[in-house]
């Protein structure tokens, strides 16, 4: 079973982040990404950028389910901080 550090790890593997925060029980994960990496893109392709870049755990059910609940630039991720 896969803890939130490991899947943490496989998403700074799968893209440059400059701040990840994941939460989950061992099956079903769900992740904040902020990534120099998203910028220019649409929602839609910045979540695939990360589920690309973990298609072989996603395959192998070695990870069951990530559900991405931000994937955001380091400037709107700035601009939501208080």
Do not use: Y
């Not at 899947?7 to 120099?36: L, Q, T």
């Amino acid at each position: 079973m896969l803890t939130p550090e490991q899947v943490k790890a496989m998403i700074e593997n799968a893209a440059p982040c400059e701040h990840v925060e994941v939460e989950g029980d061992g099956h079903h994960f769900f992740a904040v990404i902020v990534s120099s990496a998203f910028e220019g893109k649409a929602r839609l392709a910045r979540h695939r950028l990360i589920k690309d870049g973990l298609k072989a755990q996603l395959a192998s059910n070695e990870l069951h389910a990530l559900s991405i609940s931000t994937a955001a630039t380091p400037a709107e991720w700035a601009a939501k901080q208080p």
